[in-house]
């Protein structure tokens, strides 16, 4: 993406833009894990929102700033969309429950929690590390999560003992058998695309599922394919900073 602007509300301490920072560098992984997420039978996440720094001129220099949580979110490689949770204090132009589509450039935090334990919460975790034992204790129980040690925040499952998860989600190798049968059952897949122009080799780019990637070419899948918006699934890998998928696009 080009010509960012990162909206900061007044007062926003120098730790806590770090934290937004952290967050929007590790977007992809929350949506990884939500793109996952929407295949499971069986729902594997207790909670999956993101926080987003929304705006309001208001006829000054500066304008008005206030982060809030969306949860439904979706994600087409530029734009994240979802339902505000959250009353806002300051600003009128939003109120909650309203429909949200913002740049991937306001976002400030996300989170899931699987099984009471949370990943991501990067202000959230800025936020713990100024508490006392006693005060993040409270934090914690208010929340009905296990939110760890605000030194070490997993952005992926098993981050520290399998940091090969990093690179590629489990599901997308366990699934590499039944992916390539669907394929072979329904080919036509390889080349539909949606009302925006996004076929699957957009979306599981997006979503930096290699093996998935990989079948999808082996089949043909016709790289140059372009979404309404102009990109290539090589686009979005390139965007979303997807080292793994880079070359493998690259190369076909």
């Given at each position: ?184 059952q329904y080919p036509q897949e390889i080349t539909i695309a949606d009302e925006n122009g996004y076929t699957l080799l957009h979306k599981e780019t997006i979503a930096g599922n290699k093996t998935s990637v990989e079948i999808l070419l082996q089949n ?33």
């Open positions: 993406m080009t010509d960012k602007k990162i909206y900061y509300a007044k007062g926003d301490a120098p730790e806590m833009i770090a934290a937004f920072e952290k967050a929007r560098n590790t977007f992809k992984y929350f949506w990884r894990e939500l793109n996952w997420e929407s295949r499971r039978i069986v729902p594997a996440l207790d909670l999956a929102c993101v926080k987003i720094a929304f705006v309001q001129e208001n006829g000054t220099d500066e304008p008005a700033v206030e982060h809030m949580w969306i949860n439904d979110v979706y994600f087409d490689g530029d734009y994240v969309s979802g339902t505000l949770i959250n009353d806002p204090d300051i600003l009128t132009n939003i109120s909650n429950g309203d429909a949200v589509r913002v740049s991937l450039d306001q976002v400030s935090d996300w989170l899931f929690a699987s099984m009471d334990k949370t990943y991501g919460g990067f202000t959230i975790h800025q936020l713990r590390s100024n508490m006392t034992d006693e005060e993040r204790e409270e934090h914690d129980e208010a929340w009905g999560l296990d939110f760890g040690d605000f030194n070490q925040i997993e952005v992926v499952r098993d981050q520290y003992t399998q940091p090969e998860n990093l690179i590629e989600h489990p599901m997308s190798i366990n699934m590499q058998k039944s992916f390539t049968e669907f394929l072979q043909q899948a016709d790289t140059s394919l372009k979404t309404h918006g102009g990109k290539t699934a090589l686009d979005f890998a390139r965007q979303l900073n997807w080292e793994h998928l880079i070359p493998v696009l690259e190369k076909k």
